[in-house]
């Protein structure tokens, strides 16, 4: 039961920070993202506090550390991939239209309206 206080709290404290963001909107943007933050931190002090919290922080950080195993294409093979799209989209797209033309044409044929 304290758990899920502790999560309301938590969802709380975030809602705080953004509703605060919007409330400022005469303030500097400096003042008004600080407030942000400052809410995402405070939740996430709370929600560390939780076993539910604990286990989506180490998602996130697993997250993170998978994606720095990611490799990137490199600029050429980027851009031949590029290609590849483009030529194939344009070959698609031709043959559609002749298919959408000869189809076009046979059913003002079979409708007798043919020239």
């Known amino acids: ?6 999560l309301l709290v938590a969802f709380l404290l975030l809602v705080a920070g ?3 963001f919007y409330l400022l909107a005469d303030k500097a943007t400096v003042l008004r993202i600080l407030v942000v933050i400052a809410g995402l931190g405070a939740a996430i002090v709370v929600l560390w506090t939780t076993p539910v919290g604990q286990q989506a922080l180490g998602f996130v950080g697993e997250a993170v ?5 990611v490799v990137w294409p490199t600029r050429k093979e980027t851009i031949q991939t590029t290609l590849v799209v483009f030529v194939l989209v344009v070959f698609m ?10 189809f ?5 044929w079979l409708m007798g309206r043919g020239a």
Do not use: C, H, W
């Not at 550390?65 to 195993?69: A, G």
């Open 93 to 102: 797209a031709a043959i559609l239209g002749v298919m959408d033309i000869g």
């Open 65 to 69: 550390t998978e994606s720095r195993k």
């Open 18 to 20: 953004v509703t605060g």
């Open 1 to 6: 039961m304290i758990n899920k206080i502790k």
């Open 104 to 108: 076009a044409y046979m059913v003002q």
